[in-house]
């Protein structure tokens, strides 16, 4: 859901280190478990210096995510074997965009706790993506103008965006409730998360139906990063280890990680499943309700005496 969407002009600067935190959601159901953090990239765009992980991995040996946790690469369509008597024609190739296993991208990550003050997510925004073609048409649908674009999550206190290799914010429309952003063939792109609080949050993001730690499908309950207080979060592809990602590039369908490994069925759409930290969250919307608190909430005029 789409609380609010803004299309803004202009690009997002990116910092030269950034924090993100890989959270491990411990098998019982609490939260409270050890979480990766990741140093911004050391090389290309991001240059910074790399936090040293521990050598644990992500699982906890006893929880929900024993045996490793990281993104596997897609299977060479080589050692792929159908046998059937009589094979059904290859189905058409999908039109459109998904996301390619792109070149490996230094993005070291270490651990922090963090416990989330509810299962429910505090927002979960939805991002769709297209070729320049299949948006432009929805705009002209929709009777909406393609700009660069940040979504705005919850009540407005983080904005999601989605950049080039430049750190430019990509073009896009949003409407009654859903944006759409224009990828191009071939194109690198990142994942953008602005915090404007004080406080913590953790993200849970996936990609074309996958969860961008683990490559399984994605689930709100599977760990995420953690966005600091006024930090910001870039999530460069799916995770290879404690100290690479697979960049996300955009590409046909049917190159597709998803198509790839499980299926094409969610190709196209970006989530985010944010969570708020334990403890008391100063957001904008929190902090009008206190500014607006009636002292008086009873009072009324005198009432006549009984006649």
């Not at 936090?51 to 992500?58: E, L, T």
């Not at 904005?159 to 409407?175: C, K, R, W």
């Not at 290879?240 to 590039?249: E, G, M, P, Y």
Request: aromatic share 8%.
């Amino acid at each position: 859901m789409l609380d609010r969407v803004r299309a803004l002009p202009g690009s997002i600067a990116l910092p030269a280190l950034v924090s993100l935190v890989a959270a491990c959601g411990a098998g019982g159901g609490g939260w409270g478990g050890p979480q990766k953090q990741a140093a911004g990239p050391g090389q290309g765009a991001y240059p910074g210096t790399p936090v040293a992980g521990d050598s644990g991995g992500y699982g906890d040996a006893g929880g929900a995510y024993a045996g490793g946790g990281y993104v596997a690469p897609p299977a060479a369509t080589g050692q792929v074997t159908v046998v059937a008597p009589t094979p059904e024609p290859a189905p058409s190739e999908r039109p459109g965009l998904g996301t390619v296993w792109g070149e490996s991208v230094y993005a070291p990550v270490t651990t922090q706790p963090f416990q989330r003050a509810s299962t429910d997510p505090w927002a979960i925004v939805a991002l769709r993506y297209n070729d320049a073609e299949g948006v432009r048409a929805h705009a002209d649908y929709l009777g909406a103008q393609v700009a660069p674009l940040e979504v705005y999550a919850g009540d407005g206190s983080l904005g999601i965006s989605v950049v080039d290799a430049s750190g430019a914010m990509l073009p896009g429309i949003a409407t009654a409730g859903r944006a759409f952003v224009v990828g191009a063939d071939g194109d690198r792109y990142r994942l953008v998360v602005r915090n404007g609080t004080g406080a913590r949050f953790e993200v849970v993001t996936s990609v074309d139906g996958l969860d961008v730690i683990d490559g399984a499908p994605a689930d709100p309950a599977r760990r995420g990063y953690i966005l600091d207080p006024y930090g910001v979060l870039v999530i460069d592809g799916f995770r290879q280890s404690d100290d690479q990602v697979a960049a996300f590039r955009f590409g046909a369908v049917d190159d597709s990680y998803a198509a790839r490994t499980s299926g094409d069925r969610n190709v196209g759409v970006i989530g985010f499943a944010i969570f708020a930290e334990k403890g008391a969250v100063w957001t904008p919307a929190e902090l009008q309700r206190r500014d607006t608190a009636d002292p008086f909430p009873a009072r009324s005029y005198a009432a006549p005496p009984p006649s």
